[in-house]
């Protein structure tokens, strides 16, 4: 009786454990998904912003100094 009762034990710690596997796995996809759209984000008004310093840098004259490095490196 009492290895029915441990078996029964084993199964159900075995599906939780189960459950458990599959919902952290879900989550660190919904992370992954939110980590990726924060970046995009975060990307496309750098990109502009980089773009219009590099074109102020140009209209300047300013082609070697800090002004477009900076610009650059964003």
Do not use: C
């Not at 199964?11 to 980590?35: N, P, S």
């Not at 840098?57 to 610009?71: L, N, V």
Request: glycine share 6%; proline share 1%.
């Amino acid at each position: 009786m009492a290895d029915i009762e441990n078996g029964h034990a084993i199964g159900r710690l075995w599906r939780e454990i189960k459950a458990k596997e599959e919902y952290y796995k879900d989550r660190e996809q919904e992370i992954q998904v939110f980590m990726e759209n924060v970046a995009y984000q975060l990307k496309t008004p750098l990109a502009a912003v980089s773009e219009t310093l590099i074109y102020m840098a140009a209209a300047q004259g300013s082609q070697t100094g800090s002004f477009r490095s900076f610009a650059e490196e964003i």
